[in-house]
């Protein structure tokens, strides 16, 4: 066990000796509710955390007022993830007043979290997070370095001495939103620069509140979204790209619910759980739908029944998950409770990833029972968004980090440690899952990343800090529920004054969390730091935890800010994960022969010089089995896909036919095996091409065929094809004029068939224990 684990322990033991334990564990007949017991308010196992990630000082005179007229307006943002927000010019006038209030307040003590941070360190964690002294006595301040690095600037002072000034960092905030308060207090806690209304010069990073597109015009700098990662995050788009996942690794991607896509998928979900039903009587499971773009619990409900689905019943044909439920989630206080935790996606290539510390935990405010027919609609009971819960009579603020309806993370692992839970265990599945998701959607990312910044062109880079929506099962098993693009940043809640009068009040527990997260994210992406990860082969072997007690040296500290409350996870834990970066391999195939002219679908021109330039067409596969693999795989997924207007083949659809290649030419072993094996013969052949990419020898192989090629209708807006169950006979789908009857003999005559479907959703076995 790590010297934080043994502290966390004696901390524990320390504290009862101390009668400092915890609050009286409510009667309970629930095993979970045994195994947890109320933590001190002011202590977690997580001491170091709060105090790397602390909150600024800014409770007093934040308060923004919002009238009855206006609340609706602002509950309605207030808290929430703000994937599809578009704000409102009056309420980034409310958030400024409250700005400049709360500026004023920063650095004046914050009495609550600063008698934390005593008790921290009489504690004896022997982290002191206040300024640091030098030997010398000088106070280190952030933005003053011991070595000339880029980005500093020489003043001469006093006479005769140079000091070597950083010029500071500049933030473009004018598309900040909701970020924008923590995003101020971090500012202004690195001592940067912030542009609230933009810079006619450039900015060495931009915030953006919703997306990479909030701002077209940036040629340099970073900026802190990724294109694409709205559309990924998306609860189909999510499903999918873990399924894909699911089937190559089944056992790695267990921790994500088995799922079915609506309404194409309606006949499946239907028939697989009558069997299920048939087979064993006594099986009553439930199942959670979720629409598709939606968030904050909006339009999810319970069904024990696919015939209870009201996307097929009713009028609404909206896209949606349906979900099996996890009908036994761990409870504390009898509630079920969800964690929230921020990722940083630092870089794509090469992948950088880093979890926060700290997270927040959201209870539901109604005890929890089993999902029975009668407490199916029980809100309060089943969902744990925040966004709902605090609608409800029992929700409980607390100034508190660890009680009432939003607590910190640490102060339930604190809880659960306190018990005799394995925590390091716990995190480690966490960080675990966080990788494997993050691996999952990185193919499709670099697909719209490509397609936005194509490489040579001017671009900025991109990072993003996403939240991760963990529910931990009554094993302790964590499920992963879903992903936010755009977590809420939001560090002040609405709260009724008086009747009809609500105001923004600061909320310790966001501001604790959120300002750490921004400010650190920061911090890594500081121009002047940045620099390749190193991937160490002693520490790939560590065991994965997240070991607080000791400092991640960040960029900029110079002894004043703390250490980072944000761990590198990947590629420090590459050596256990990369394996299954098998989807990114195939997706260098595909970037390769898109090419870089900006656009996410490889025509058949395209796909035809991947198959040669491979040399995949043999006498088992003609180049007219070819094209109608193409054509065939295409139009399914263009009709599972209706909102794209882009023709062609995506990437989704090329996996699965590369899939298919596979399977066809290594038939006895594995998927995981053939896919593998593919790979192998097509990154051995085109090593062998110089310039195999589009421009060199494959250009003039483009040209030839593209006499030849077939072209790919577009999508037809509006058409919902159930491509799983319509037919998908190749002949059926051939438009005629493009094949000759010669071509049609040929393919029939290698009796080429499609599977019905080739990445069947039976096929994978993954779900959760449940
Ligand atoms: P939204 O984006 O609308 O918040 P989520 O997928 O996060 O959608 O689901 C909302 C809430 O429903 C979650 O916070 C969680 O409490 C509950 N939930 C979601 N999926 C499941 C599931 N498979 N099993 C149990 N509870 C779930």
């Not at 684990?5 to 004696?10: A, W």
């Not at 609860?235 to 267990?254: D, G, H, W």
């Not at 504390?332 to 969800?338: A, M, P």
């Not at 256990?576 to 990114?584: A, D, H, I, K, P």
Request: with cysteine; glycine share 6%.
């Amino acid at each position: 066990m790590s010297d934080y684990y043994e502290k966390v322990k004696v901390q524990l033991e320390q504290m009862k000796s101390s009668g400092e334990g915890a609050e009286k564990e409510e009667a309970s007949t629930e095993p979970d509710e045994a195994l947890v017991s109320s933590p001190p308010a002011s202590v977690s196992p997580f001491q170091t955390v709060h105090s790397s990630c602390p909150t600024a000082a800014r409770q007093n005179g934040s308060k923004t007022a919002v009238t009855g007229r206006n609340r609706s307006k602002s509950r309605s943002k207030l808290g929430k993830d703000e994937r599809n927000s578009s704000y409102k010019q009056e309420s980034e006038y409310a958030l400024h007043e409250t700005l400049v209030a709360a500026n004023a307040n920063v650095g004046k003590p914050h009495n609550r979290i600063d008698n934390e941070r005593q008790m921290l360190q009489i504690q004896g964690t022997g982290k002191i997070l206040q300024g640091k002294t030098e030997t010398n006595g000088n106070t280190v301040i952030p933005n003053q370095r011991p070595k000339e690095t880029k980005g500093f600037s020489h003043n001469k002072e006093d006479g005769n001495k140079v000091v070597k000034r950083r010029k500071p960092v500049t933030v473009d905030t004018s598309k900040a939103k909701t970020s924008m308060e923590a995003l101020k207090l971090s500012i202004r806690q690195l001592k940067w620069k912030e542009f609230p209304v933009g810079r006619r010069s450039a900015c060495d990073i931009y915030w953006h509140g919703v997306s990479f597109h909030d701002n077209d015009n940036i040629v340099s700098g970073q900026v802190n979204k990724f294109p694409g990662m709205i559309e990924m995050l998306r609860k189909i788009n999510l499903s999918r790209a873990v399924r894909t996942m699911q089937e190559l690794f089944p056992e790695e991607y267990n921790f994500y619910p088995r799922s079915w896509i609506l309404p194409e998928e309606y006949q499946l979900f239907s028939t697989q759980i009558r069997l299920a039903k048939d087979s064993d009587a006594s099986l009553k499971p439930t199942f959670i739908v979720k629409p598709d773009g939606g968030s904050q619990g909006d339009g999810i409900y319970l069904i024990r029944d696919p015939s209870d689905l009201r996307v097929i019943a009713g009028s609404q044909t909206k896209q949606s998950v349906v979900q099996e439920y996890i009908h036994k989630p761990l409870l504390i206080d009898k509630l079920k409770f969800d964690i929230r935790l921020y990722v940083l996606v630092k870089s794509l290539e090469p992948l950088e990833i880093y979890i926060a510390k700290e997270g927040l935990s959201r209870f539901c405010t109604e005890p929890y029972q089993e999902p029975s027919q009668k407490n199916l609609s029980h809100v309060f009971m089943h969902l744990t968004n925040y966004s709902l819960n605090i609608q409800s009579g029992n929700f409980v603020h607390s100034n508190s980090l660890s009680s009432g309806s939003k607590r910190t993370f640490s102060s339930v692992l604190y809880r659960l440690a306190s018990k005799g839970v394995d925590i390091k265990k716990v995190w480690s599945d966490i960080i675990s899952l966080v990788i494997k998701t993050v691996i999952a959607l990185v193919p499709e990312l670099k697909v719209y990343y490509q397609a936005d910044i194509p490489p040579g062109k001017p671009g900025p880079s991109c990072f993003q800090i996403l939240g991760f929506d963990i529910l931990l099962m009554k094993n302790l098993k964590p499920v992963l529920l879903e992903v936010n693009a755009n977590p809420s940043m939001r560090i002040e809640h609405e709260q009724e004054v008086s009747p009809g009068v609500f105001e923004y009040v600061p909320s310790p527990v966001d501001e604790e969390v959120k300002v750490g997260v921004i400010r650190d994210t920061l911090r890594l992406m500081d121009p002047a730091q940045r620099k390749p990860p190193v991937s160490n082969p002693e520490q790939q072997q560590e065991e994965m935890s997240v070991e607080v007690g000791s400092p991640e040296q960040g960029p900029g500290e110079g002894g004043v800010l703390p250490s980072l409350c944000l761990k590198q996870v990947f590629p420090k834990y590459t050596k256990q994960f990369s394996y299954l970066r098998t989807v990114e391999r195939i997706t260098a195939l595909f970037l390769r022969f898109l090419g870089v002219k900006g656009n996410m679908r490889l025509g058949p021109t395209g796909f035809r010089t991947f198959i040669r330039n491979c040399k995949l067409s043999n006498s088992n596969l003609s180049m007219a089995s070819v094209d109608i693999l193409y054509i065939d795989i295409t139009r399914r997924w263009s009709g599972m896909l209706p909102e794209s207007r882009e023709s062609g083949m995506g990437l989704q659809a090329f996996v699965e036919a590369f899939f298919y290649l596979a399977q066809r030419r290594f038939k006895s072993l594995s998927l995981r095996e053939q896919v593998v094996s593919l790979l192998e013969v097509c990154e051995a052949q085109l090593e062998n091409q110089v310039g195999g990419g589009p421009g060199g020898p494959l250009a003039e192989d483009s040209t030839s065929s593209a006499r030849r090629s077939v072209s790919c209708s577009r999508t037809q807006p509006g058409r919902t094809p159930h491509p799983h169950y319509a037919s998908t006979t190749s002949q059926a789908l051939l438009a005629p004029q493009l094949y000759s009857p010669a071509v049609q003999r040929r393919a029939s005559s290698q009796d080429y068939r499609l599977h019905q479907r080739l990445r069947p959703p039976q096929t994978h076995k993954a779900s959760v224990d449940n």
